[in-house]
């Protein structure tokens, strides 16, 4: 069965690869910032946030793709009453993290898995994450090294490089923080005989 | 201040390195299996065999280096009333895994800070990791195409590599998982302003 990823990240194309699937990444474009924007102003919850936009982009390639597994993946940060997405410059990321700073802040990961044009599985894990009390000059250097590396993260921050520096504690499974839900969706590939057990 | 690792780990040295610490790695041989087997008959339970040998290898480093910061770190396996290090064959390595199969074990890393030839800091992480039911031609191929990247690991498994298909659950810090309980050490190393914060 031929599995598309229905996503640009690189990171979960790397997991998954890691982890020994075979698969083509095949990004969706759909307008991640609009429908945000709607569902939070509709009062959804993060959750259901990122969990319609993981099935918004695997619908989407799972029109033209009804032969292959489709995996679509979306993450928001969620603070307070907040749903956030990526930060769209430096300047942003730097208003982002000082209202971080000192505060604990949940990411949520979305899966939505297609087949034959419908979805068949979904899972969505949660992370909890607090900053710690770094200094202004601090975090205006780390922008510096890091804004190229991190623009397309959603909080700006790798844990598996100089971003795990602005944690004092990080509650929750690492591949959510990375993006996927990765043990749970490996679970149900082997379950279906996708992959071998 | 000059921060030495008493690790052989590529994988610890990449984790410090990626946080943005500058070190240096020199291993400081001791005999590992010698001293887990006699703690292990006194009855010591794993964390204090993790943290004795973690210290040991601080301090043998730190009674040549005293101008230094050296960082001893080791992993231990727990499962059931036993202690595991690393297995010493392919084979070895099988049969811990059938045994470890559909079980939860646990993984405790411990570090052990020296500074001027004596302990200044320690901290010891705890991760409890369950397997699935894989079928014994799995293992036998995850061993055969696995086996020259993990031999040096507690476990025999890299959760970011293929070994994440072992498992079922990970409940706990990635990094300890990774043998380094990456951010109490990075928040202590920032309150002593050995690192900018």
């Keep these: 069965m031929r599995l598309l990823l229905a996503s640009a990240s690189e990171t979960r194309l790397a997991l998954l690869r890691a982890a020994g699937l075979e698969l083509e990444a095949l990004p969706a474009r759909i307008d991640e910032e609009g429908v945000r924007g709607a569902l939070e102003a509709e009062g959804a919850s993060p959750l259901d946030v990122a969990d319609t936009l993981a099935e918004m982009k695997a619908q989407k390639l799972a029109e033209r793709h009804r032969e292959a597994l489709v995996l679509g993946c979306d993450q928001v940060l969620a603070f307070r009453r907040e749903v956030w997405g990526k930060a769209p410059s430096p300047k942003a990321l730097r208003a982002q993290l ?56 959603v909080g700006g921050y790798h844990l598996e490089g100089e971003g795990v520096r602005l944690f004092s504690a990080v509650e929750g499974d690492y591949f959510t923080v990375l993006g996927l839900p990765l043990l749970p969706l490996l679970n149900y590939l082997g379950q279906r005989g996708f992959i071998p057990t």
């Design 98 to 153: 000082l209202r971080l700073r000192g505060e604990t802040h949940k990411l949520i990961s979305a899966v939505v898995l297609y087949e034959e044009g419908r979805p068949v599985w979904r899972h969505a894990g949660e992370v909890r994450l607090t900053m710690r009390d770094f200094s202004d000059s601090w975090i205006d250097g780390y922008i510096a090294r890091n804004w190229e590396a991190v623009r397309h993260s």
